[in-house]
């Protein structure tokens, strides 16, 4: 019986290895607004971009994320910029934070639920019908930033709280992850380096806290 030469077993171990297919990155869809393409802060620092980043260093690989978002839209500006997109759905992960806008408009909260309801079941399709991996963001109190100083900050609050339990409402009737990152966001005067430089958004260092908050959901659900 011939024995093997280490050199035969050398190449028989590559071709095995590479005739194995290499398990391709995880995709993340992101839908939003301002608080996801990052205004006023660098590509890094925004949160799709950092939880990326913190998700390779735990051997998750996540693919750059597809972003679609613009400052300044609300649910139907949103809904159009989707409509725009070229999409190649099914994404493993897709994430919907919105409304901020709609809030600051002084939008009708009703009509508010129908557009935002219509966005979280594209989300889904999106996902692939894979309800476990869509996340909604809760919407942050920008009525605690620097910008909104001489404005009606309790009335803001309410509104935004207001706007939010909507958006919870809506998740609970579909068993969706909602990620409450608005108490975070109200910590702001006590953490000062968490406001950018616009005064009116999150810096890249509070967009870490979220993702902090996020990374328990790729840890259990990849």
Same mark, same amino acid.
């Given at each position: 019986?011939?024995?093997?030469?280490?050199?035969?077993?050398?190449?028989?171990?590559?071709l095995f290895f590479g005739c194995q297919?290499?398990?391709?990155?995880?995709?993340?869809?992101?839908?939003?607004?301002?608080?996801?393409i990052g205004e006023s802060l660098s590509?890094?620092?925004?949160?799709?971009?950092?939880?990326?980043?913190?998700?390779?260093?735990?051997?998750?690989?996540?693919?750059?994320?597809?972003?679609?978002?613009?400052? #300044?839209?609300?649910?139907?500006?949103?809904?159009?910029?989707?409509?725009?997109?070229?999409?190649?759905?099914?994404?493993?992960?897709?994430?919907?934070?919105?409304?901020?806008?709609?809030?600051?408009? #002084?939008?009708?909260?009703?009509?508010?639920?129908?557009?935002?309801?219509?966005?979280?079941?594209?989300?889904?399709?999106?996902?692939?019908n894979n309800k476990e991996h869509v996340?909604?963001?809760?919407?942050?109190?920008? #009525?605690?930033?620097?910008?909104?100083?001489?404005?009606?900050?309790?009335?803001?609050?309410?509104?935004?709280?207001?706007?939010?339990?909507?958006?919870?409402?809506?998740?609970?009737?579909?068993?969706?992850?909602?990620?409450?990152?608005?108490?975070?966001?109200?910590?702001?005067?006590?953490?000062?380096?968490?406001?950018?430089?616009?005064?009116?958004?999150?810096?890249?260092?509070?967009?870490?806290?979220?993702?902090?908050?996020?990374?328990?959901?790729?840890?259990?659900?990849?």
């Amino acid at each position: 019986m011939k024995t093997l030469h280490p050199l035969g077993i050398f190449i028989l171990v590559l071709l095995f290895f590479g005739c194995q297919e290499k398990t391709p990155p995880l995709r993340l869809l992101a839908l939003g607004d301002s608080y996801t393409i990052g205004e006023s802060l660098s590509e890094s620092e925004r949160w799709p971009i950092q939880l990326a980043s913190e998700l390779s260093k735990k051997n998750i690989e996540l693919a750059s994320p597809t972003i679609i978002a613009k400052t #300044g839209w609300t649910t139907d500006e949103l809904q159009e910029g989707i409509n725009d997109a070229p999409l190649d759905y099914p994404y493993d992960w897709v994430s919907l934070l919105i409304g901020v806008n709609n809030q600051y408009r #002084g939008g009708d909260i009703e009509k508010f639920k129908a557009e935002f309801e219509n966005l979280l079941n594209q989300a889904v399709i999106f996902s692939g019908n894979n309800k476990e991996h869509v996340i909604v963001i809760s919407i942050p109190d920008w #009525g605690v930033m620097p910008y909104a100083a001489d404005r009606n900050q309790e009335e803001i609050a309410f509104e935004i709280d207001n706007f939010n339990q909507a958006i919870y409402e809506i998740c609970v009737n579909y068993n969706i992850r909602f990620i409450d990152i608005t108490p975070l966001s109200r910590q702001v005067s006590k953490h000062p380096e968490w406001i950018a430089s616009d005064g009116l958004h999150p810096s890249g260092i509070q967009y870490s806290k979220w993702v902090e908050e996020l990374l328990p959901l790729f840890k259990t659900n990849q």
